[in-house]
Each structure stands twice: as structure tokens, then as C-alpha cells.
């Protein structure tokens, strides 16, 4: 059965409008992200008391807010569209027309809580363990506003009864695969990660297991997914069907899996 595919609901992508001035729903996806996940650090801070006061999470979150905002950016100029950026330097600031790159995100939060970790000696797995168990919430938001931007959407399918015709994707249904992120590396990963770090004293007294298993998590996750993803228009697929996404997810694995056997490891 071949099905046409479910019109876009199209919503605006500027939640409030201010005379000239729009905020849009891209902008609430990031501020969600941060304000959920820096209240549910406090509450786990609090609720499980060790080397990580209140006060360290509140600092923390402002730190990583920069590295996830910085290294969002320059990730996405880097490994997804250089060329444009090279010929429009001044575009790169241009953060309210989208673009960013959650390797480099990634990239710029460890940097971040490195750094700080290392400024009130406190043990760097300690911060990173509670930050993934949040990080998915911002995942969540995220692919959301992906979707009303009707952007990074699927390949084209005529298989599924759940198919979306997206306005910039062309007339054919496509996988929302915006969604599919929302639900896996979202809902999912952070019911994973928030059950096993409050439910298990053994993990909670090995720092970096928790770490490990997001990288490891979301890099078995997102690999699967790409293959349901446009690849990039500007990129492509790289080798046999392989795309950008994927490769980056390749460290991911092969770091979060020595992570884990190396805080599992431990005594």
C-alpha cells in the first residue's frame, strides 16, 4: 500500500511576536533545555549529596551554556557547511537563522566542565555524569523545533501512514525523523539515564559510567536514525550511503564504551 503522506501543520516558526522583534520557537527549544536540566541537577544534587553543591550546578550551567552555544556553532561551520561560511564570515554569527551542530555542542560542554571541574577541584565525571542525565531533555526540545522549522527532515518514503509532506522538502512524503530523535535520543535516553543514576548506588560511586553510556547511547541511536535523515544538501552522503552524522558518531561509540569499562572497572 503506497500512502500520500500527511499535510505539514504549519505553525509559525516565531512563538511570540513583539512588535519587530520575534522570538522564536528554536530559541524556547535551547532556554527550555537549559532551565529544565539545570533544575533537575539542583534536585539531584540535593537529593544525593556529594562533592556537588547547588551553588556548583547553578555555576556550572552558565559555563555550559557558552560551550554548548559556542561549540554549537563553530561545530556546524566546521564539519557542515565551511565553504559558505568562508565566502560569508559574518554569517557565523548569525545564530537566529539556525545552524548548529550537536558534536560540537558536545565538543564545547566537555571544554566547558573541564575547565571548571578544574577550577574548584572537583572530579570532572562527577559534573559530566550529572549533565547526561539532562542533556536529553534539551534533545527533546531540540528535534521538536526542528520539526515546526521543517527542517532536517527524513528521507522520502511512500511506506509509512505517519509520512509528512514538509513545505521545504519538495511534494513527496518524507520520514519525520525530527521526531524520531525527539523520541529516542529525548524521551528515551533520558528515561535510561535518570532511572539507572537514582536507582543505582553501584553507578553512582563509579563517576563516568553514566558519561560513558550517553556517549555510547546516543551514538547507537543517532547512526540508526541518520538512516532515515536527509543527509545535509551541501555534504551528502560521504561513501555508500554513509553520511556526516554517522561518521561523528563513531568516537562517540568507541569513547563512551571505554568510559564504561573503565569506571566499572574501578573500586
Known amino acids: 500500500m503506497v500512502y500520500k503522506g500527511i499535510d505539514f501543520p504549519h505553525i509559525d516558526p ?60 563553530i561545530g556546524y561551520v566546521l564539519f557542515y557547511n565551511l565553504g559558505y561560511y568562508l565566502e560569508n564570515p559574518f554569517q557565523i554569527f548569525a545564530l537566529w537563522k539556525g545552524g548548529m551542530s550537536f558534536h560540537g555542542g558536545l565538543i564545547g560542554v566537555i571544554l566547558a566542565v573541564f575547565f571548571y571541574a578544574r577550577s574548584v577541584k572537583v572530579g570532572f565525571f562527577q559534573f559530566t555524569d550529572l549533565l547526561a542525565c539532562v542533556v536529553p531533555i534539551g534533545l527533546f526540545f531540540g528535534r521538536v523545533a526542528n520539526f515546526i522549522n521543517s527542517e532536517l527532515f527524513g528521507r522520502v518514503t511512500v511506506s509509512v501512514p505517519w509520512a509528512v509532506v514538509f513545505p521545504n522538502g519538495g511534494p513527496l512524503p518524507r520520514h519525520p525523523s525530527q521526531l524520531y530523535e525527539a523520541g529516542f535520543e529525548g524521551i528515551l535516553l533520558f528515561f535510561i539515564l535518570y532511572f539507572l543514576w537514582t536507582a543505582s548506588v553501584w553507578i553512582r560511586i563509579r563517576p563516568g559510567f553514566i558519561s560513558g553510556l550517553f556517549l555510547f547511547c546516543y551514538a547507537v541511536i543517532r547512526s540508526v536514525i541518520e538512516n532515515f535523515r536527509e543527509p545535509d544538501a551541501q555534504i551528502g552522503f560521504l561513501f555508500a550511503r554513509v553520511t556526516m552524522g554517522q561518521m561523528l558518531t563513531v568516537p562517540m561509540l568507541i569513547a563512551g564504551l571505554w568510559i564504561m569499562i573503565w569506571a566499572a572497572r574501578k573500586s
Open 14 to 73: 516565531i512563538a511570540i511576536h513583539i512588535g519587530s522583534f520575534g522570538l522564536r520557537w528554536y530559541s524556547l527549544a535551547y532556554l527550555a533545555g537549559i532551565m529544565l536540566g539545570w533544575f533537575l541537577m539542583r534536585r539531584m544534587a540535593r537529593r544525593y549529596p556529594g562533592s556537588i553543591t547547588q551553588t556548583m550546578v547553578d555555576d556550572v550551567v552558565f559555563w555550559v551554556t557558552v560551550g554548548l552555544i559556542a561549540g554549537g556553532r
